[in-house]
């Protein structure tokens, strides 16, 4: 009798538990068409200020003339305890994407 209720005690806690178990989503989506440039305004931003680590990062658009686009994007960094933003402008050719221009602009907010 023992062993029965022992058994019938695991066979209800068992099938109390749920078995669905959710699935998780992955986040990933496809890469934006200006990831590319946002690297480059990366690495070139971090051989401009070799000492400051990058820890915000902003695509604010892109405009596009005749023929170049100009990817804009907004980094932060921090150089010891300074905190400060650079504006990067990449200009490239719109057909062959070469670079044609790279403007960097620092801003205290």
């Given at each position: 009798m023992r062993k029965t209720i022992i058994a019938l005690g695991i066979i209800i806690t068992a099938n109390s538990t749920p078995t669905h178990i959710?699935?998780?989503?992955n986040a990933q989506g496809e890469i934006p068409a200006y990831a590319k440039w946002g690297q480059l305004a990366m690495s070139e931003t971090k051989s401009k200020y070799p000492?400051?680590?990058?820890?915000?990062?902003?695509?604010?658009?892109?405009?596009?003339?005749e023929n170049t686009t100009i990817e804009k994007f907004k980094l932060?960094?921090?150089d010891g305890?300074?905190?400060?933003?650079?504006?990067?402008r990449i200009e490239y050719n719109t057909?062959?994407?070469e670079v044609?221009?790279?403007?960097f602009q620092e801003t205290s907010r």
């Open positions: 959710p699935s998780i989503a000492n400051a680590d990058i820890i915000d990062y902003l695509h604010e658009g892109s405009e596009s003339k932060w960094l921090k305890n300074r905190e400060f933003g650079v504006y990067v057909e062959t994407e044609v221009n790279i403007k």
